[in-house]
């Protein structure tokens, strides 16, 4: 169980599906901070995530849920689109209309400072009947058992240098992070096991491990899913039990493209600019999204230190790997 003496409940004003303004809310903690982060069963959550747990630790799934998972930054975003537009047989209209993306499936753990119990993700979904779609970037120990033995997991991973850089881009356009750091002190965040739901290597073979002993778990990497949009709509939908025609599968393609969810307002998250929980001046939530970025932001020396730490870690839980080898640009993988 969670520590209770960390959590606290209060109202705040909310923007959308439990999303707070920055401005409305007193955040204790920033990025550094020793009270930044609560080690929960080998996650390292972000506050003030963490004040949402003990609501999500009495969150029980259904054998109709489906829960995307995915360490932050490496495309949940995008599978959520998929996955939504999947589930409603590649109707654009699904994801062109109505609320975001965000209020649509949203986040497990997601929290703001003192908010309301009865305002948090986790607890809303818990009062919903039928089938529920939701995120979350918990690792697989630290999720609540129901959803492993009873939902069915989606996860994604990507390679970590581009997530440190796409990691950088977001706390750095997250006021509320108070962060202004360099590539290389991201990096050396996930290094030294500091960074938000970390550790990486951890939270990747966390869900790998289980991959061929778990029916109800699917595994795929961000890259997979750019390379091969086609066939990695057809896996999911095979997963979900869906059975989409030619048009239908390309409706999911073109409609979850980079290009069209970034000018698309129920998926390019401009809400949260125009709230102030993020800055897009500094950065889009939406940004780049490509294979290899990091070329662009790695000195050498970085790159030489970086992939120092990926074999050391690759080594330490290659067991729990099995198999998976990260691709670091945009060449397919031989």
Request: charged share 20%; net charge negative; with cysteine.
């Amino acid at each position: 169980m969670v520590q209770s003496a960390r959590i606290s409940c209060a109202t705040t004003a909310t923007v959308n599906s439990g999303e707070t303004t920055a401005a409305t809310a007193s955040f204790k903690y920033k990025f550094g901070d020793e009270g930044y982060l609560l080690d929960y069963h080998g996650t390292k959550v972000c506050y003030p995530m963490y004040e949402s747990l003990p609501v999500v630790e009495r969150f029980q799934a259904t054998t109709e849920d489906i829960c995307i998972a995915s360490f932050p930054k490496s495309g949940s975003h995008f599978m959520g689109a998929v996955v939504w537009m999947i589930l409603h047989d590649g109707d654009p209209a699904s994801l062109l209309e109505g609320g975001t993306l965000g209020s649509k499936i949203p986040r497990l753990e997601w929290a703001m400072p003192g908010m309301a119990a009865h305002m948090l993700p986790a607890y809303k979904l818990s009062q919903q009947a039928g089938r529920r779609v939701f995120l979350s970037h918990l690792g697989y120990d630290a999720l609540p058992e129901s959803i492993k033995t009873h939902a069915k997991v989606i996860y994604v991973a990507r390679n970590p240098k581009d997530v440190i850089v796409s990691s950088n881009y977001f706390f750095r356009a997250s006021p509320f992070m108070q962060f202004s750091g360099t590539v290389q002190e991201t990096a050396q965040s996930f290094q030294n096991n500091t960074c938000a739901f970390g550790p990486f290597f951890d939270h990747v073979a966390g869900y790998r491990r289980h991959i061929s002993d778990i029916s109800n778990l699917f595994f795929v990497t961000y890259e997979e899913m750019l390379q091969d949009l086609e066939t990695t709509v057809k896996r999911i939908a095979a997963f979900l039990g869906k059975e989409l025609d030619e048009v239908q599968i390309s409706n999911v393609m073109r409609y979850c493209s980079r290009e069209q969810m970034r000018d698309n307002h129920t998926t390019n998250l401009a809400h949260l600019h125009k709230s102030g929980v993020m800055d897009f001046n500094v950065s889009p939530f939406m940004r780049k999204g490509i294979i290899g970025d990091w070329k662009n932001h790695f000195s050498t020396e970085l790159d030489r230190e970086v992939n120092k730490w990926i074999e050391q870690e690759e080594q330490r839980v290659q067991q729990d790997l099995k198999g998976l080898h990260f691709q670091y640009d945009h060449e397919l993988a031989a």
